[in-house]
C-alpha cells in the first residue's frame, strides 16, 4: 500500500541567517521528509511529508532548534521583539559602558558592574546560547557560537576576577554587555533590511482578491474568493479587481494590469478575450466565466516563481557556501591560537591575550557571506517582477547576465505580428469568393499569428461558409498548414509555400491555396517591426550579445528584416525540428538565448541555454521558458538584461565585501588592535553593509 504523501507548507519564526535555515532544512530531511525547501528571508518552510512524522511532531522539532512555528494568517503578538530585547540590554548596558567615562564611584564598584552585567548576559545567553547550542547539535554552527564564547569568555573572567577580588584590571563586564547588545542591534537592524528586500512577494500578494460578486440564479451573491469553482460566473464593476483567470462572456472594459505586466497603459478586453486575476477594471463592467481558481491563476504561479527564484542559489555562491561551513570551527580555532601565542610565546599578559582572542571572535562575520546571494537575489527578482518580468532563480540571473547569442524568432516576436494583406493573386481561374471563404475556413483551425492575421483580414470581407464553400475534417499540420475537404471529396489546403512547391517556382508569396493539384490563390502579406525592435537590438549589440534571427519564414522577407536591423546572422524557412539543431548548435559554441512566443517555440525555448517567452502569461510559457515577459514589449528585455547583470554585480560587490572584511578584521584583532568592543560594533554592521548594498539595487539606475 502505498503512503500518503502531503505538501506542507509553515511560517517559521526566528531564523535570522543562511545556518538556520540550513538546520531546519538538516532536521527536517534527517527525519525522512523530501523536497525540503527552507527560505530564512520568507519565513517560509516547505516539505513533503509521507506520512514518516506529524505535524505536531514536526512542529516539536523546530521549537526545540529555538525556532518557532506560527500562524501566518493571524499576527504574530510574540511580546518579547527583537527591538525589546535591544532596549532591554541598552538599559542595562549604557550605565555599565558610562564608568569609563563618569568618574562617579559607583560605576566603578565591581559588584554594581556584575549587577548589570547580569540581566544583560541571561538576555545574551539565552538568544544566542539556544540557538549556538542548537547549531551544533545539528552540525551546523552558527556566528551565535562566536558570540556566545566570545561574551561568555568576557563575563567569566570578570566574575572570576570579582570573587577572587582581583583588581579592576580583571573586569570586563563593559565588555560582555556591549558584544550582547551590539550584535543585537545589528539584528534588528538585519532583520528589518532583510524585510526591504522581499517586499515583491507582499506586494504581489496584495494584489489579490478576498472576495467576489458570484452570479447565482440570476442573483449577485458576495463569496469568498477561495470558495470560487471553475465556469463560476463572476461580476466586475468598474473600480473593482478581477477575482480570478477567466474570459469575458460579457461586457466590455479597459483593464489596469500593471501589477502583472509592469505597462502602465490599460488594456481594451471584449467578449471572448481571456483576463487575469488581480487587472483592475477601469472603465466598463464585465461578467467573466472563472477558468482558473487557487493556485492554478497567472498570479499564483507568479507569486510561487517569484518565491522559488529568490531562494534559488547562483553558482557564485556555492565558494561562499563551502567557506561558511567550515567558517565558524576556523574562527574558534584561529581565537583559541591567538590566545596561547600571545601569551605562551609573545609573553602577553593575559589579560590583554584573552581580549584579543575574543576580538577575534567577535569581529568574524559569517553571516555576510552567507547574506550576500540570497538578499541580491531577492531585491533583482522582486525588481524583475514589479517590471513584469518572471525569471527563474539566482542561476537564471546569472546565466542571463553572461548570454552571448540572443536568439529571435521572427514574426510576434521582432515584428507586431498583425499582418495585412498586401496583395491577392489569383489562379486557374479561382474566384474571389471561393478563395476567401475556403481560406477562412481553413484558418480558423490554426494558433499561428500569420493564420490569425488572415482571419481578422477576411472577416472584414463579410464572407462566410454560407457562400457554399463548406469545408469537413480540417487539420493542422504544425509549420506546414491547414488541410480540409468538401463534401465532393475535393482537398483544399493552405500554408506556406512547401505545399505549392510542386505546383509553382514562384516562392514569394507568403501563403498559397490549392485544391488538390491546383493553385488557387498567393497572399502577400506585410508585417511591420514593433516600435521598440530597432533601439532594443542596438542595445544588445552594445552589450556584447550577438543578435541572431530564426525563423520558418521565406529568406528574402526574413533578410529583409534582418538588414533593417543590422542583423548579420540569420536563419530562414526552418522546421521546429531544424530550428532545434541550430540553436544545440549555438548552444554548444556559446551561451545563447532563445525569445519566442513561448507556445509555438516551446522545444526551441527549451533546447537554449535559457528560454524568453514574450508577451505570454500561459502555463506552456512558464513551463518552457526560464525568463517570461508578461507583456508585448520588446524594450522590457533590455530591462530583464540590465537587471540581471547589476544583481550579478551586487553579488560580487558583497562577496568580496564579506571576504575582505573577515581577511582585513581578523588578523587586526588577532595581532591586538581592536579593542572586542569596537570588534562587535563592526561585525554588527557588516551584515547591514551587505543588505544594504542589496537594497540599493531597489531604485538603483540599471541603465
Not at 528571508?41 to 523546530?62: H, M, P, Y
Not at 552585567?117 to 547539535?137: D, E, K, M, N, T
Not at 545539528?138 to 561568555?152: A, W
Not at 532583510?194 to 467576489?212: D, N
Amino acid at each position: 500500500m502505498s503512503k500518503h504523501i502531503n505538501n506542507t507548507e509553515l511560517t517559521v519564526e526566528g531564523m535570522t541567517c543562511v545556518n538556520c535555515a540550513k538546520s531546519v532544512d538538516r532536521f527536517l530531511t534527517k527525519k525522512g521528509l523530501e523536497d525540503v525547501y527552507v527560505n530564512f528571508a520568507t519565513k517560509e518552510v516547505r516539505f513533503q511529508n509521507n506520512d514518516v512524522l506529524s505535524l505536531e511532531d514536526i512542529k516539536k522539532g523546530i521549537g526545540k532548534l529555538g525556532f518557532q512555528v506560527i500562524d501566518a494568517q493571524v499576527p504574530n503578538n510574540n511580546w518579547w521583539t527583537m527591538e525589546r530585547k535591544f532596549f532591554f540590554a541598552l538599559l542595562f548596558t549604557l550605565p555599565l559602558f558610562a564608568h569609563m567615562f563618569i568618574p562617579w564611584k559607583p560605576l566603578h564598584n565591581h559588584w554594581i558592574q556584575l549587577a548589570l552585567c547580569i540581566p544583560v548576559y541571561a538576555l545574551g545567553f539565552w538568544h544566542f546560547g539556544r540557538s549556538a547550542w542548537q547549531s551544533l547539535r545539528n552540525g551546523v554552527p552558527n556566528m551565535d557560537v562566536l558570540i556566545f564564547v566570545g561574551s561568555t569568555a568576557a563575563f567569566g573572567y570578570s566574575l572570576a576576577g570579582s570573587l577572587l577580588g582581583l583588581g579592576h584590571d580583571y573586569l570586563f563586564y563593559e565588555t560582555s554587555a556591549m558584544i550582547i547588545t551590539l550584535v543585537l542591534l545589528g539584528n534588528l537592524l538585519e532583520h528589518r533590511a532583510v524585510e526591504r528586500t522581499t517586499t515583491a512577494i507582499g506586494e504581489l500578494s496584495k494584489l489579490q482578491v478576498p472576495k467576489a460578486l458570484k452570479l447565482k440564479n440570476g442573483q449577485l451573491e458576495p463569496i469568498d474568493v477561495k470558495d470560487l469553482k471553475i465556469n463560476d460566473i463572476v461580476q466586475v464593476n468598474e473600480g473593482d479587481k478581477i477575482p480570478a483567470d477567466g474570459v469575458i462572456i460579457s461586457g466590455t472594459a479597459s483593464l489596469d494590469e500593471s501589477m502583472l505586466t509592469g505597462e502602465s497603459e490599460p488594456v481594451f478586453k471584449e467578449k471572448g478575450q481571456l483576463v487575469v486575476g488581480a487587472a483592475l477594471v477601469q472603465s466598463g463592467n464585465i461578467q467573466v466565466r472563472v477558468n482558473a481558481v487557487g493556485k492554478d491563476t497567472v498570479l499564483s504561479q507568479i507569486i510561487e516563481l517569484v518565491k522559488s527564484a529568490q531562494a534559488d542559489k547562483p553558482d557564485i555562491q556555492r565558494l561562499a557556501d563551502r567557506i561558511s561551513a567550515i567558517f565558524v570551527p576556523v574562527v574558534l580555532v584561529i581565537a583559541a591560537l591567538t590566545f596561547v601565542l600571545a601569551y605562551f610565546v609573545f609573553d602577553v599578559v593575559f589579560q590583554k591575550a584573552l581580549m584579543n582572542a575574543i576580538a577575534v571572535l567577535v569581529i568574524s562575520c559569517p553571516c555576510a557571506m552567507g547574506l550576500a546571494t540570497p538578499t541580491a537575489v531577492m531585491v533583482g527578482v522582486g525588481r524583475l517582477a514589479r517590471n513584469g518580468i518572471l525569471i527563474k532563480g539566482g542561476q537564471t540571473l546569472e546565466l542571463f547576465a553572461g548570454i552571448k547569442n540572443i536568439v529571435f524568432d521572427k514574426t510576434g516576436t521582432l515584428t507586431t505580428g498583425e499582418f495585412k494583406i498586401q496583395d491577392i493573386h489569383y489562379y486557374n481561374g479561382a474566384s474571389e469568393k471561393e478563395v476567401k471563404t475556403i481560406a477562412l475556413q481553413l484558418e480558423q483551425h490554426s494558433s499561428h499569428p500569420i493564420a490569425k492575421s488572415l482571419i481578422k483580414a477576411l472577416n472584414s470581407h463579410q464572407f462566410s461558409v454560407q457562400d457554399g464553400f463548406l469545408l469537413q475534417n480540417i487539420t493542422e499540420e504544425k509549420a506546414v498548414g491547414v488541410k480540409g475537404n468538401d463534401e465532393k471529396g475535393n482537398i483544399f489546403q493552405i500554408g506556406s509555400y512547401r505545399i505549392a512547391k510542386d505546383l509553382t517556382k514562384d516562392d514569394k508569396h507568403h501563403v498559397y491555396l490549392r485544391k488538390n493539384d491546383k493553385l488557387l490563390a498567393g497572399f502577400d502579406l506585410q508585417d511591420e517591426l514593433k516600435t521598440d525592435t530597432a533601439k532594443t537590438i542596438a542595445y544588445l549589440k552594445s552589450q556584447g550579445m550577438n543578435p541572431i534571427i530564426l525563423s520558418g519564414d521565406k529568406q528574402h522577407k526574413t533578410a529583409e528584416i534582418a538588414r533593417q536591423l543590422g542583423i548579420e546572422e540569420f536563419y530562414a524557412e526552418h522546421l521546429p525540428e531544424e530550428k532545434l539543431q541550430v540553436i544545440s548548435r549555438l548552444s554548444a559554441q556559446a551561451s545563447t538565448a532563445m525569445v519566442g512566443d513561448g507556445i509555438n517555440d516551446a522545444p526551441a525555448l527549451a533546447k537554449a541555454t535559457l528560454g524568453v517567452s514574450m508577451g505570454n502569461a500561459s502555463p506552456v510559457a512558464i513551463q518552457s521558458s526560464e525568463i517570461i515577459l508578461l507583456n508585448d514589449q520588446l524594450d522590457y528585455l533590455t530591462k530583464a538584461v540590465s537587471i540581471s547583470r547589476h544583481t550579478l554585480l551586487t553579488i560580487k560587490q558583497n562577496l568580496f565585501w564579506a571576504f575582505a572584511y573577515n581577511v582585513v578584521a581578523i588578523p587586526v584583532a588577532a595581532l591586538g588592535y581592536l579593542n572586542p568592543m569596537w570588534g562587535a560594533l563592526f561585525m554588527a554592521f557588516s551584515d547591514v553593509v551587505v543588505i544594504g548594498n542589496s537594497i540599493r539595487l531597489r531604485t538603483k539606475r540599471v541603465d
